[in-house]
Nanobody, 117 residues
Framework: QVQFVESGGGLVQPGGSLRLSCAASGSGFSVYAMAWYRQAPGKQRELVASITNDGNIIYADSVRGRFTISRGNGANTVYLQMNSLKVEDTAMYFC???????????WGQGTQVTVSS
């Protein structure tokens, strides 16, 4: 089983920045890709960004050019640098990881990001 430790959420004004961090751990769980999802109240969970061990990166259209996903050195860590934040970025952000050839099935507890003036 895999576990996640997420941090970095908070309250920020529009146009501000936040950096989310996530560390995954678990015996017998081989991480191939990591991702950030988000879920706003009353909406479905959506992919924000993902990154594989091969360096392949995917961004949601709504965050491309503003958010940057990256992996840490060595350990199974992933970061999400969020710049030029908008009110519509307000959501609970969840970290996830998966082995190769599988879907994202495991989630962290989430970290709240609130963008408000």
């Amino acid at each position: 089983q895999v576990q996640f430790v997420e941090s970095g959420g908070g309250l920020v004004q529009p146009g501000g920045s936040l950096r989310l961090s996530c560390a995954a751990s678990g015996s017998g769980f081989s991480v191939y890709a990591m991702a950030w999802y988000r879920q706003a109240p009353g909406k479905q969970r959506e992919l924000v960004a993902s990154i594989t061990n091969d360096g392949n990166i995917i961004y949601a259209d709504s965050v491309r050019g503003r958010f940057t996903i990256s992996r840490g050195n060595g350990a199974n860590t992933v970061y999400l640098q969020m710049n030029s934040l908008k009110v519509e970025d307000t959501a609970m952000y969840f970290c996830s990881a998966r082995p190769r050839y599988t879907n994202y099935l495991n989630w962290g507890q989430g970290t709240q990001v609130t963008v408000s003036s």
